[in-house]
Every structure is written in structure tokens, then in C-alpha cells.
């Protein structure tokens, strides 16, 4: 679909095995998202077009750090791209 380069970067060791066995990343990387101590680190700044977050907003809330930390991601002129599935019972 055009899209090439893609990295991974989740805090659930299943999922990352699950991202490990596509064989579709080029890098998978644990890293806890929205914590306050959370350092993104470096190598991932202004670097990506698109951050699609998946089910890390929730009928929880939602913690303003998350946001925040996924923009450091982006280059200028990114798409910061949301799915969730919330329960409105």
C-alpha cells in the first residue's frame, strides 16, 4: 500500500511477538507511552510521516502526555492517526 519502513513500538511483550512474527518492522521497540518518566528516545524524533496509536485511548481517559509524546515522533507536516473502540454502555 506504500508504505515501507515501518517500526513498532508497544509496551505488551504478546504483542510485540505478534508484530515479531509479521516480519513486517523493520524496528519493534518496548516503550511505555504517556508515563511521566517516558523518555522517547532520540532516534525517534521528527522522524515519522504517520504515528497510528492503537487502543491507547480508552473509556478511561486520557492522559495529555500520551499525545504529546507520539507528536515528538512526527516530522513537520505528520499525521497523528487514532483507532479505538470505545464502550458506550
Given at each position: 500500500?506504500?508504505?515501507?519502513?515501518?517500526?513498532?513500538?508497544?509496551?505488551?511483550?504478546?504483542?510485540?511477538?505478534?508484530?515479531?512474527?509479521?516480519?513486517v518492522y523493520e524496528h519493534l521497540e518496548k516503550?511505555?507511552?504517556?508515563?511521566?518518566?517516558?523518555?522517547?528516545?532520540?532516534?525517534?524524533?521528527?522522524?515519522?510521516?504517520f504515528v497510528i496509536s492503537a487502543s491507547m485511548?480508552?473509556?478511561?481517559?486520557?492522559?495529555?502526555?500520551?499525545?504529546?509524546?507520539?507528536?515528538?515522533?512526527?516530522?513537520?507536516g505528520g499525521f497523528v492517526i487514532f483507532a479505538?473502540?470505545?464502550?458506550?454502555?
Amino acid at each position: 500500500m506504500g508504505f515501507f519502513r515501518l517500526a513498532g513500538m508497544d509496551v505488551s511483550n504478546s504483542l510485540m511477538q505478534i508484530a515479531r512474527d509479521k516480519k513486517v518492522y523493520e524496528h519493534l521497540e518496548k516503550v511505555v507511552f504517556g508515563e511521566e518518566y517516558t523518555v522517547i528516545p532520540e532516534a525517534h524524533h521528527d522522524k515519522y510521516d504517520f504515528v497510528i496509536s492503537a487502543s491507547m485511548i480508552n473509556n478511561d481517559g486520557f492522559d495529555e502526555n500520551v499525545f504529546l509524546h507520539l507528536l515528538k515522533c512526527l516530522k513537520i507536516g505528520g499525521f497523528v492517526i487514532f483507532a479505538t473502540k470505545l464502550n458506550f454502555h
